[in-house]
């Protein structure tokens, strides 16, 4: 059976985009949910920055992240990004177990 998958996901947009990657996430959230093997999809304002976000992803395994990353709506989202983010997305893997 296959470990699943944690990702941290640091997303910074260009001064006053910041709405942008609101509304591209509004619109992207709910196709990604409704993935198999997607068991969170969250994105949260870092607090007092309009142009800083962290993305939380939990995946059911690495085939399930793997058919994720070459979805259409995902094809066409990372396209489109580079219009308001200020560079690529930082992503951070995480252990499998917490460490207490």
């Known amino acids: 059976m296959s470990q699943p998958v944690k990702l941290v996901i640091l997303i910074t947009t260009l001064p006053g985009r910041g709405p942008e990657q609101v509304a591209a996430f509004e619109r992207l959230a709910p196709l990604v949910r409704a993935e198999e093997g997607c068991l969170q999809y ?15 992803e939990r ?9 994720h990353d070459v979805t ?9 990004s580079p219009a ?8 951070i893997a995480l252990a499998a177990d917490p460490l207490a």
């Open 72 to 80: 259409p709506h995902m094809i066409e989202a990372d396209a489109a």
């Open 42 to 56: 969250d994105m949260h304002q870092v607090a007092g920055e309009p142009e800083r976000f962290v993305l939380i």
């Open 84 to 91: 308001f983010r200020a560079g690529p997305a930082e992503v």
């Open 59 to 67: 995946w059911a395994s690495q085939a399930a992240l793997a058919a």
